[in-house]
């Protein structure tokens, strides 16, 4: 749908109806001072044709690095057939259809998204998606809050090895609301969090965030940590990656009960890196908690005439049925990401995932086995890892980094900010996009670096 | 016409209230409360144990149309819930003053209970609400 500005003879229409004389005294609530007048920083509108050649160059700058950076956005192969069909014109909104008797398309993919995330997870509800991984752990950190009535807590443990961004996000959006994020640490020679350095007495508490695989790319010893979690009156939340639950134990198993909330970043499921966004978080939770589920819920029913359809669902949590109440203020969801992930999941199917994590895995760990056979290369810890690992360097990782940026290689991301501890370290991925010669590449280049030499240009 | 029987209690916030012989109180929402509501699906409960001022929201009752908070009509604990109301949330639209119950509380203070509307009073009120 266009964009329809309002015609100055529209503005004044409504003006009059409602009695107010301009548009200053419609917001004159506003103090003057912090009226905006004018966009100072937005330069004059382009041409097509100008604003086309403006986002190719912007494009080139970019490169086509050979990527083995992962933390938390990864590189796989997205089918050609994924965003060929998402793009059809039957598929092509952004935005939650209202409105079902228009949209039995778009809520039937939703419904089956949903149905793939819970199988995925091992939980009995999905909710439509949420903006991205990190918004979709502060919304499960509120809904741990508010489901878990027995703790009265607002008390909620997040291990280090938590994605360093998504802590970040989570504390702004959940530290206003009273809520306390208590991070656990993690032992630095495997890159884990200990249940068995975790307080004995913890207090009160309402969840305890569970990553798997965690920052590090490394395991948690996930069963442990949700039965600590149930034993202590807590929820467990969590905080996967879909391809890596496609290959591990699901959260809906962890421990004894199995995780009560799993929720993450959906982007592996066929969106493209593409700096950065558009993403979906994804959120899936046991029944008994599917009330407190933030976001759009799709459901299937039966019409009038007994045939099946599909219509939103539960409702009365979210805000335009109780604004003060609802469970999140933010109750979109990506639906055109979620278009693209659902065609992907069924044209990958479980097996096909399987074999993505799978092949990401076997990747990592070969490049893992060439890189620290280089002097001055070693693995930082000792548990099994999924497709991230994290190497220590004997020299401080930007200078290594920017070495291999010049043979055009995207080497991984540098620890050192988010964790000085770790010395010099780096956290690299491998998808199942490289090949045998890719990681040639790689490791030849890092000699060089390592030895002073001039990188060769891939 | 909403039915309203004599021997009840009510609060102007639509919920019912049975003095029991144990001295405490069983507590629901009215039959007219619940026409407005219209066809319930969920109600979410107080734990049992949890205390309560009055006038406090203590659970949520939820319909097709709207979900609407419940209030504790005299400040006490929570000492049992009408846990059927899981598997059968429409009770309260069925029989609300028999098995469409809601919670039993033990009031703080006994005599707050006499402080409530009888009967007529809560009919004059929806009487006047309804003009």
């Not at chain 1, 419609?26 to 920083?41: G, S, V």
């Not at chain 1, 965030?209 to 969590?238: K, S, Y």
């Not at chain 2, 006038?55 to 319909?63: D, N, W």
């Not at chain 2, 005599?111 to 009919?123: G, I, N």
């Amino acid at each position: 749908m266009p964009f329809i500005p309002h015609t100055e003879q529209e503005i004044q229409d409504m003006l009059q109806t409602i009695g107010v004389s301009d548009f200053d005294a419609l917001i004159d609530e506003i103090p003057k001072e912090m009226r905006l007048k004018r966009l100072e920083n937005i330069p004059k509108g382009m041409s097509e044709m100008e604003i086309a050649k403006l986002m190719r160059d912007r494009a080139a700058q970019d490169g086509h690095p050979l990527c083995f950076l992962g933390a938390g956005a990864y590189e796989h192969h997205i089918p050609a057939a994924v965003w060929e069909i998402a793009t059809r014109g039957e598929y092509y909104s952004a935005y939650t259809p209202y409105q079902a008797e228009a949209s039995q398309g778009t809520l039937q993919l939703i419904y089956e998204y949903q149905t793939m995330m819970a199988n995925l997870t091992g939980l009995d509800a999905s909710n439509a998606s949420l903006y991205d991984g990190a918004s979709a752990l502060a919304e499960a950190v509120l809904m741990a809050v508010r489901a878990n009535r027995r703790s009265k807590s607002k008390r909620v443990l997040i291990p280090r090895t938590v994605h360093p961004a998504y802590l970040r996000a989570a504390k702004t959006l959940v530290g206003n609301q009273g809520i306390a994020l208590e991070t656990l640490p993690f032992d630095h020679k495997t890159g884990s969090t200990p249940v068995n350095a975790l307080p004995a007495s913890p207090g009160n508490i309402a969840a305890v965030v569970i990553p798997q695989p965690n920052f590090f790319g490394v395991m948690e010893d996930v069963d442990a940590l949700t039965d600590w979690a149930h034993a202590h009156g807590a929820l467990a939340i969590g905080l996967v990656n879909p391809m890596a639950a496609a290959l591990l134990k699901p959260p809906g198993q962890w421990g004894a009960k199995g995780a009560d909330i799993a929720c993450g970043e959906g982007q592996p499921l066929g969106i493209p890196l593409s700096s950065g966004g558009p993403y979906f978080g994804f959120m899936c939770c046991r029944k008994e908690h599917i009330r407190q589920m933030p976001g759009r819920i799709v459901g299937r029913t039966r019409d009038l005439n007994g045939k099946r359809g599909f219509v939103l669902t539960l409702q009365a949590r979210e805000q335009h049925i109780r604004r003060s109440k609802a469970t999140s203020n933010i109750c979109t969801n990506q639906g055109l990401m979620v278009t693209a992930a659902t065609i992907y999941m069924a044209l990958l199917g479980g097996q096909g995932l399987r074999r993505v994590a799978m092949a990401s895995h076997h990747n990592t760990a070969a490049l893992v086995q060439r890189l620290t056979r280089l002097h001055g290369v070693e693995c930082a810890f000792d548990r099994p890892y999924l497709h991230e690992a994290v190497l220590r360097l004997d020299r401080p990782v930007d200078d290594v980094l920017a070495g291999l940026a010049k043979a055009n290689l995207l080497g991984g991301y540098d620890l050192s900010r988010d964790y000085p501890e770790l010395g010099h370290s780096m956290l690299i991925c491998v998808t199942e996009t490289k090949s045998e010669a890719d990681l040639d590449v790689y490791a030849t280049n890092l000699q060089r670096v390592l030895e002073g030499r001039k990188v060769a240009n891939s | 016409m909403s039915n309203v029987p004599d021997n009840l209690k009510y609060k102007k916030t639509h919920e019912w209230v049975q003095p029991l012989d144990d001295g405490t109180l069983r507590v629901g929402i009215t039959d007219h409360a619940q026409d407005l509501l219209g066809d319930m699906v969920y109600v979410e409960l107080p734990e049992v144990g949890q205390t309560f001022q009055t006038g406090e929201e203590c659970g949520v009752v939820e319909s097709v149309k709207a979900a609407s908070d419940l209030y504790c009509p005299v400040a006490g604990e929570i000492v049992e819930v009408n846990e059927a109301l899981a598997q059968n949330p429409e009770a309260p639209n069925k029989d609300p003053y028999g098995d469409g119950w809601i919670m039993r509380i033990k009031p703080n203070d006994a005599d707050e209970v006499s402080t409530l509307m009888d009967a007529q009073a809560y009919r004059d009120m929806i009487a006047s609400d309804s003009d």
